[in-house]
C-alpha cells in the first residue's frame, strides 16, 4: 500500500511539474509586435513585460525606457 501511494505521489508531482513547464516557455522575438498581449521584445531577444518603476524589475535591474535592464 505505501507502495502504491509513493507511486501515485510521483505520478501528480510529475503532472504538475510539465503543467507548469509549459507556461514558462520563453518566447523569441526581433519587434515588439511578435510578443502576445502587452509584452514588449526585450533584450537578447526575448518577449518581457514592460516596467514601469524600477520596482517592477528583478533585483540588481532598473527599469529604462520601459524594460528591465541588468545594472552594470
Not at 513585460?49 to 545594472?71: A, F, P, Y
Amino acid at each position: 500500500m505505501k507502495n502504491r501511494t509513493f507511486w501515485l505521489l510521483v505520478g501528480v508531482v510529475f503532472v504538475a511539474m510539465f503543467a507548469m513547464g509549459s507556461r514558462c516557455n520563453i518566447r523569441r522575438c526581433q519587434v515588439s509586435s511578435d510578443c502576445p498581449g502587452t509584452q514588449i521584445c526585450g533584450p537578447g531577444g526575448r518577449c518581457v513585460l514592460r516596467c514601469k518603476t524600477t520596482r517592477d524589475c528583478h533585483q540588481n535591474q532598473r527599469c529604462v525606457e520601459g524594460t528591465c535592464k541588468d545594472i552594470e
